[in-house]
């Protein structure tokens, strides 16, 4: 931690906001209804999720990590198995229901570093999009 006047680790840690020179102290145990723009109603959602000090929104980590940096080739996913893919889409469907439209799209995917046009080792994976606004299809 840089120094800086006044900062002491049994006093807490200082958070400096973007833009504001100003450090604050704040203790672990503090509720985090009184970090900046987080106020009652943001609070009591987070309390919902069993977040109530500063320490637990410190250690609430993500419920899953994706690695989009460096995508598998297709054949190495098992079905079921969630899946982020960088791809063409080759194809789009509207199928009319009764109850609501589903828009189908076919997606072309070439193995990690494979930067020709050769064809040779793509696939392609139906995908059907899901939570889509109404009327933006």
Do not use: C
Not at 66 to 84: F, I
Not at 119 to 136: C, L, Q, T
Request: proline letters at 9%; a neutral charge.
């Amino acid at each position: 931690m840089p120094s800086s006047k006044g900062w002491s680790p049994r006093r807490g840690y200082a958070l400096v906001f973007a833009g504001i020179l100003k450090a604050v102290q704040m203790e672990l145990s503090t509720p985090v209804k009184y970090i900046k723009r987080v106020g009652e109603r943001v609070a009591a959602g987070l309390a919902e999720r069993g977040i109530e000090t500063v320490e637990d929104l410190l250690y609430h980590l993500p419920f899953r990590y994706e690695d989009r940096l460096h995508p598998k080739p297709l054949s190495e996913y098992r079905a079921g198995e969630m899946a982020s893919i960088v791809g063409e889409v080759r194809g789009t469907v509207l199928l009319r229901t009764k109850k609501s439209p589903i828009f189908e799209m076919t997606v072309g995917v070439k193995p990690p570093g494979d930067a020709t046009d050769s064809g040779a080792g793509d696939g392609e994976v139906p995908v059907v999009p899901w939570n889509i606004p109404e009327g933006s299809i």
